[in-house]
C-alpha cells in the first residue's frame, strides 16, 4: 500500500497552487517558475524526487532551504479529508484514460500478471488509492520522508559554480573530445543466449489473420445559430468524456510586433474566473477529477477537457465560466509572463529548440507571422501589457470562428443542450483574419550553420514550404514519405541510426493546416558525424526521387492501414479526427478515404509525388553545432558557402 500511497502525497505536496513546495518554491521565495514530485515504484526498490529547475543565479542552497520550509509548512498546515478527495478524483480520472485502448489493455494487464501474479489486479489497483487515509498519508511521510537521508544534485551553468548548493562535491564528467565518426561495430559472432523454457515454439511467427480496415464509428453533426459547429461520436466503454472547443486564428491574430499575446491569453484564462481565485478554480476542477488545459498554437486556440461522465455537467459550468469570464488577474498575469520569459530563454539555449526556431524563420521568412514561436520573444513578452491581452479576448474570442468535439459516454441530445447552453450565451463578433502569403520553393539549395561552441552533438534541420493540409497531394505525400522518414523502419533512420549509429533517429515529415506547412528531413547526430549526415540525408533523397521496391511499396500500405484500425481506438484520435472534420470541412469518412489512398498507392504514382515534393536541390539546409570543427568540412557538399546566422537566425 505505501506505493499508492506516497503517490498521493506527491500530489499533496507539490502538485497545484495549494501545495506547500508550490506555495513556499513558487510563491514566497519566488526561486523558481514551477516544481515536481513524483513517486517512482519499481521491482525491487522505489524513489521518490523532488525536481525544480530555478530562475537564473538563484543559490541552490537556499532552493534546499526552502524545500525544507516546504515540509515544514506540510506539517503545520496539514490537508483536508477535502484535498484527500480531490487527489482520488484525479487519480480515479487518469486510471480510466490509462486504459481507454485495447493496446493499453494489454500492456497493464500484462504487467499486474508479471508483478502481481495476475492480470486481475485491474479491479484491485484503482481501488487501493481510493482507499488511502489520512493515517496512511501521514505513516509513509514519517517512513519514508521526514528527517531521511536523501541524495541531492546541483546541475548549475558552466562557469557558475558559485550558486551550487552547499556542501556539495563534483561529480567526476568526463567530457567527450570531437573525434573522427565511425560507423557502429557489426556482430561477427552470435553470442550464445541460453533459451528460456516456452510452453509453444517461439521460433514459428503465428499466421497472420486479414488486414483489419478502420471500422469507423457512428459520427454526428450539429450547427447553431451562431455558426459554431459540434462533431460528437458516443463510446460508452468507460465511464469518460472528452471533448475540445477551438477558436481559429491563435497566433495568426497576433500583432506583428506583439506576438506572444495569444498565448498569455490562454495561459491567463485558466489562472482564475470572475467568481474564482486562480487557486479556487484549480481545486473546482480538480475536485471533480477532471482535465482542463487551455493552449494556443500557430493558427488556433484550444480548450481540452477530460472528465469522468458522473462530473460531465459540472465540469462543463466550470469550462463556461473559463471561457466567457475570465478573471484577468494581475498578479497571476507577472508571474506567467515571467515564466513565459524565463522558458523563452531557455529554448535559446537548447540546440534542438534553436533549430526548429531557426527553421521555422528561414521557411516563412520575417514578413509572415507563421515564422513566429507562439511564445514571442523576450522583448516582445516584456511589452504585452494586461490591457493587451483583454483587447485580443474582446476582439477574438467568438462562436462564429469557433467549432467543437466531443467523444464518450454521453449522447448526441445531451451535449446539444450543453453546448447550446454555452453559446446562448457567449456573444458573436466578427473577427478579421490577416492573409499571408506563404514563399514559394527556393531555385537553389542553400547551406546555413550556427555555431554552438564546443558542442558534441550537431542539429540538422532540411526541407522547403511545401503543402496545406487541404492540399489534395498532402496525403498521398505523407503516403510516399512513410518509407524515407516517416517512421521508424524509414531508410534515413535505418541508415543514420542502426548501420552508422551517428544517432538516436532520423526523419522526414510533411507537416500542414491552412496554411501550406514545410517538409522538413531532422535529425540530432554526433558532432562527427554532422558532413557525413548531411550528405546521406542529400544522397538519400536524391536515390528516394527515382522510386522504391515493390517490397517498401507494401512495407508502406500495410504499416499505414494496420496502425489506422488500432489509433481509432483512442479518445484522443478520435477527438483529432473530428477536428479535422471541422477545421476543414472534411467528409465523415475521410479516413477510409485515406486508407483508399494508400491501398491504391502505385510505384509510379509514389515516383511521381517524389519527384514533385523531394527535390534536396532547392532545399534549405540548417546545421547547428561546433563551427571549428564542423563548418569546413560542409563547403564540400556542393552547396555554396555557409550562410553563417545568429541563434535567433538573424544574419552574423
Known amino acids: 500500500m505505501d506505493a499508492w500511497t506516497l503517490d498521493i502525497f506527491a500530489q499533496l505536496f507539490a502538485h497545484g497552487k495549494k501545495t506547500p513546495l508550490y506555495k513556499v518554491i513558487v510563491e514566497q521565495e519566488k526561486l523558481a517558475p514551477s516544481v515536481f514530485a513524483n513517486q517512482e515504484s519499481n521491482e525491487i526498490a522505489g524513489t521518490f524526487r523532488l525536481g525544480i529547475t530555478t530562475f537564473p543565479n538563484i543559490n541552490l542552497t537556499d532552493v534546499e532551504n526552502a524545500v525544507k520550509e516546504a515540509f515544514k509548512l506540510f506539517e503545520t498546515e496539514k490537508f483536508t479529508e477535502k484535498d484527500l478527495d480531490r487527489i482520488k478524483a484525479k487519480l480515479e480520472t487518469n486510471f480510466y484514460n490509462g486504459i481507454s485502448t485495447l493496446l493499453n489493455k494489454s500492456f497493464q494487464l500484462a504487467f499486474y500478471n508479471e508483478y502481481n501474479g495476475t492480470p486481475g489486479f485491474l479491479s484491485e489497483d484503482l481501488q487501493r488509492s481510493l482507499n488511502v487515509t489520512s493515517e496512511d498519508v501521514w505513516g509513509v511521510y514519517n517512513k519514508y520522508i521526514k528527517d531521511k537521508h536523501y541524495v541531492l544534485t546541483s546541475f548549475v551553468p558552466k562557469g557558475q559554480t558559485d550558486l551550487i548548493a552547499e556542501n556539495s562535491e563534483r561529480f567526476p564528467v568526463v567530457e567527450e573530445k570531437i573525434t573522427e565518426a565511425k560507423s557502429v561495430a557489426k556482430v561477427t559472432e552470435e553470442v550464445a543466449i541460453e533459451k528460456l523454457p516456452s510452453k509453444f515454439d517461439r521460433s514459428l511467427e503465428p499466421a497472420k489473420g486479414p488486414d483489419p480496415l478502420v471500422n469507423l464509428p457512428e459520427i454526428w453533426q450539429e450547427k447553431f445559430d451562431n455558426s459554431l459547429m459540434l462533431h460528437g461520436i458516443e463510446h460508452t466503454e468507460l465511464p469518460l468524456i472528452q471533448f475540445t472547443i477551438t477558436l481559429k486564428g491563435g497566433m495568426l491574430l497576433d500583432d506583428m510586433n506583439r506576438v506572444g499575446v495569444a498565448n498569455l491569453v490562454s495561459d491567463m484564462m485558466m489562472e482564475g474566473t470572475k467568481n474564482k481565485t486562480p487557486i479556487e478554480l484549480e481545486e473546482a476542477i480538480d475536485e471533480l477529477g477532471a482535465r482542463v488545459d487551455m493552449l494556443t498554437n ?197 541508415i543514420l541510426r542502426e548501420e552508422k549509429g551517428y544517432t538516436y533517429g532520423a526523419r522526414s515529415r510533411f507537416s500542414a493546416s491552412y496554411y501550406p506547412g514545410p517538409f522538413t528531413a531532422s535529425s540530432a547526430v554526433q558532432s562527427n558525424a554532422t558532413f557525413a549526415s548531411v550528405k546521406i540525408f542529400k544522397d538519400e533523397m536524391t536515390k528516394y526521387r527515382e522510386g522504391i521496391s515493390n517490397e517498401d511499396l507494401e512495407f508502406t500500405k500495410n504499416a499505414l492501414i494496420k496502425s489506422n484500425a488500432r489509433d481509432l481506438e483512442s479518445f484522443g484520435i478520435l477527438i483529432y479526427m473530428l477536428n479535422i472534420i471541422g477545421r476543414f470541412d472534411m467528409p465523415f469518412d475521410y479516413v477510409k478515404q485515406y486508407e483508399k489512398i494508400a491501398q491504391d498507392m502505385t510505384l509510379e504514382k509514389h515516383k511521381e509525388l517524389a519527384q514533385k515534393y523531394i527535390n534536396p536541390d532547392k532545399m534549405i539546409y540548417l546545421v547547428i553545432g561546433d563551427a571549428k570543427t564542423q563548418l569546413k568540412p560542409l563547403k564540400k557538399l556542393g552547396l555554396g558557402k555557409p550562410i553563417l546566422l545568429n541563434i535567433d537566425g538573424s544574419p552574423m
Do not use: C, H
Open 298 to 494: 500557430k493558427e488556433s486556440i484550444v480548450i481540452r477537457v477530460n472528465t469522468l461522465k458522473s462530473k460531465f455537467n459540472q465540469t462543463f459550468e466550470i469550462v463556461k465560466e473559463i471561457l466567457l469570464e475570465p478573471r484577468w488577474d494581475e498578479k497571476e498575469f507577472e508571474r506567467v509572463k515571467q515564466e513565459t520569459i524565463e522558458e523563452i530563454k531557455r529554448s535559446a539555449a537548447r540546440p534542438g529548440s534553436i533549430a526548429s526556431n531557426v527553421f521555422t524563420k528561414l521557411i516563412y521568412k520575417n514578413d509572415n507571422i507563421l515564422a513566429n514561436n507562439t511564445l514571442g520573444t523576450e522583448e516582445s513578452v516584456t511589452s504585452i501589457t494586461i490591457d493587451n491581452l483583454k483587447n485580443f479576448y474582446d476582439k477574438n474570442f467568438s462562436p462564429s470562428i469557433a467549432y467543437a468535439s466531443i467523444v464518450g459516454d454521453i449522447t448526441k441530445q445531451k451535449a446539444v443542450e450543453k453546448f447550446k447552453s454555452l453559446v446562448d450565451n457567449w456573444d458573436v463578433k466578427e473577427v478579421e483574419f490577416k492573409e499571408y502569403t506563404t514563399p514559394g520553393i527556393p531555385k537553389k539549395a542553400k547551406l546555413y550553420f550556427i555555431d554552438i561552441p564546443d558542442a558534441k552533438q550537431s542539429q540538422i534541420r532540411i526541407g522547403y514550404p511545401a503543402l496545406a493540409y487541404t492540399n489534395p497531394d498532402f496525403y498521398p505525400a505523407l503516403v510516399m514519405n512513410y518509407k524515407l522518414g516517416g517512421s521508424f523502419s524509414g531508410i534515413l533512420n535505418l
